[in-house]
């Protein structure tokens, strides 16, 4: 019974470093800079519309790229013998242990106006193509760096569908496309909205890969709250607010998701 | 080949193999329509890869497979006429019992109140009415059962495969649960090929058995057939237990063993050939010492409920013997064997 | 069937591409000579990986980041393991509560996570004097490594035996004996990956280390990476990009030779189901 004793140094650190937090994005979302109350800050955000649209939009394109490439390879993989599906998983992995930043640099290098590509390019007669600091560049930029975190659910589940399953669908009379819209896609639906969560919310709120490959005028949300803290119109109260907002619909996104989705989310981290 | 006869599935030479392991080694069985027909073998026999080449989930490396005189090698299993109940069922998580059974009916784009009163109909044929909405999460292994050969038959197959669909469940409810695959399949009137290692249970509900070994048929016959007939040693083994003995074939109607010559009904051996001798333990007759072929001690005596187990040994043999009379352990006994109930069989050779 | 089999190897062919192309590109470009970054290899050398090493700023960065994630991944894994150990014997109701919070910190994008901390870390300003450094730098990754250890930990004591800490009682161990003798070893392997987690977590992490850091004596190597290439190609990001690579794959390579050694050994002993 004492046991439960061993939570109480974890609770009184997750009130006063998760909750409390919380608490004051919160307090000073909803005052001004002399800390009365005001909702001036969140009435501001009609002005940030575009950038809203812009983050969001290309979220969802960077989401829908990489399920329509993790899907196969998450299938091919779980169809693999058991001996193989380590090693190629772990192939698969291996580039994300590298620095986020690191692997976003790599595609600067490739991408950039005089870069490796436009090089190579050149050779054939073709370019230089303006690839850097597009839209393009971003949701590239955004597919590369999250697409582990699709493949590994869809993983997850798909290891759990039992060959003979699909084997009793061909059975029954279903030939391969029936298979997939009938068995395997209903039975990977829990790793599909955890891997649209998983790719959606960082992508959203990304500051660093616009920053990097998006050049100055392609704004997120990230950037604008990033702007606020620590950039130069140095403002906490509206920072706060923007981030209110985003938590609030990532929040309903995720709601959303759960709905199609009552697995348990433990251990699909990773 | 020719449908005459009544055959509705017909192997013919089939070689399976698995990274350079034959798995099949040039099998041919025709299976006769209407039958309840068992393979049955150890583990890592082949029975099951058998039953996968005809439901075609994996294709022979060499051989041809007919279903009703056709040869239907390069048809894929959603095209045959033959279901299957899977091991551990298979079933489809996602969807409830209903849409489990419909799910065949639905493909063949049934019009949904048809499908709904066959749906029915299966329902009551497995003994599961009323279950329509159950999830097939919340369902004993029992009624996993019943769910999945509803599923299988609504199709209406020719032949339905069933790969040791019993396996998983306690022995009380697989007692029940063979009478009732009887039942169904005498009531439909169809083929079920049924794959198991349990012995008891090939026995008890099929019309052929297929005993199999290593990748090959041992023997193919009745239950009775195989049970009192077998052809060597090691189906003698398999199918209910056996003394088997080393013994010596002197001639017709005379055979040596355990330093005794019996009388005996087999002929047609070499003279002096080494044989295996196979005598069931409930063939065997305790009689006071006087009176018998052969002499031992009582070694052990287990009680099994109808007869009691006992271990006799004679110094060069440890006999097994059912009888209903105890006797207590460490007495001098005396056996009888009727001729008839020596059966002699040639030595397998091990290949 | 040899078919799709041949599309499925061509699929797996482009992903690879997909993913290693970049990686390889920096690893090439680490041994040019030329500083331009396009593609003209103008020779071998060395040159800038005897600058890196030369780079003071990135040696002092390299060291803060493994003392905050040495320091970070034990207070995390002590107050984790602890804390499911605690949650495990909760009610329904009040363990569903901490669990939901404890997601919090994973399921927030990062930069909310970020941002909330340095606002607490201003806010505390208000009551007591301090700069932000290494000891916020620290608090924050203890914050969002402590969810993944119990995380890590909750499934093994759920799979585990729940007798196992009666029994060890019933044979004479005191309950804090039980936990270490009969618990413990049980739930380790939880234990050690949901350390792992944290220690590369931390490592890695650069959003929430960006808001909650100081001045150079607590910029970690990823801000000094971010501070080096936000703008601009410079060689020896390259060569610092190589090592890492290097580095991660070894160790992948060597956890993954142990764990199949160990899979084979319990394969002989006819372990596992």
Known sequence: MKSKLAAAPYLIWMAVFTIVPLGLVFYYGLTDQDGNFSIDNLSRMGMYTNIFFRSIWLAVIATVVCLIIAYPLAFILSRMDTHKQGTMLLLVMLPMWMNFLLRTYAWMTLLETNGVINKILGFVGLGPFEMINTQGAIVLGMVYNYVPFMILPLYSVMTKIDNSVIEAAQDLGSNSRQVLMKVIIPLSKPGIMTGITMVFVPSVSTFIISRMLGGGSNMLIGDLIEQQILGTSYNLNLGASISIVLMIFIFMIMAVMNQFDDEEMEGMII | MENNNGTIISLKDIVVEFDGERILKSINLDIKDKEFVTLLGPSGCGKTTTLRIIGGFLNADSGDVYFGGERINDVPPHKRNVNTVFQRYALFPHLNVYDNIAFGLKLKKMPANEIKTKVKEMLKLVNLEGYERRSITKLSGGQHQRVAIARALINQPKVLLLDEPLGALDLKLRKEMQVELKRIQQSLEITFIYVTHDQEEALTMSDTVVVMKDGNIMQVGTPVDIYNEPVNAFVADFIGESNIISGMMRRDFLVEFAGKEFECVDRGFDRNEIVDVVIRPEDIEIVPTIQGQLEGVVESVIFKGVHYEMVIDTLDFKWLVHSTKCEEVGTNVGMRVAPMDIHIMHKTTEE | ?273
């Open chain 3, 1 to 273: 069937m040899k078919k799709t089999k041949l599309l499925s190897n061509l699929y797996l062919v482009i992903i690879f591409l997909f993913l290693y192309l970049p990686i390889f590109v920096l690893i090439v470009l680490s041994f040019n000579e030329s500083k331009k970054a396009g593609s003209n290899f103008t020779g071998f050398s060395l040159k800038w990986y005897k600058e890196l090493f030369r780079n003071e700023l990135i040696m002092s960065s390299l060291w803060v980041t493994l003392k905050v994630a040495a320091i970070s991944t034990v207070v995390s894994t002590v107050l984790g393991t602890a804390a499911a150990v605690g949650i495990h014997k909760m009610k329904k109701f009040s363990k569903s509560i901490v669990m939901n919070v404890t997601h919090i910190p994973i399921m927030n994008p990062e930069i909310v996570t970020g941002i909330s901390m340095m606002l607490l870390f201003v806010f505390f300003r208000n009551f007591f004097h301090y700069e932000f450094g290494m000891v916020t730098l620290v608090i924050a990754h203890i914050t969002f490594s402590t969810p993944y250890v119990i995380l890590n930990v909750m499934p093994k004591l759920r799979q585990m035996n729940p007798h196992l800490y009666e029994a060890a009682q019933d044979l004479g161990c005191s309950p804090v004996q039980a936990f270490w003798k009969a618990v413990l070893p049980e739930i380790m392997p939880g234990v050690i990956s949901g350390a792992l987690m944290a220690l590369t977590y931390s490592i890695d992490d650069f959003v929430i280390s960006y808001f909650t850091a100081g001045g150079a004596s607590s910029q970690t190597l990823p801000i000094t990476i971010y501070s080096m290439v936000r703008r601009r190609i410079n060689p020896q990001i390259n060569a610092l990009s190589t090592l890492l690579f290097v580095a991660v794959m070894l160790i992948l390579i060597i956890k993954n030779v142990i764990d199949e050694s160990r899979q084979k050994q319990t394969e002989k002993r006819g372990g596992g189901f």
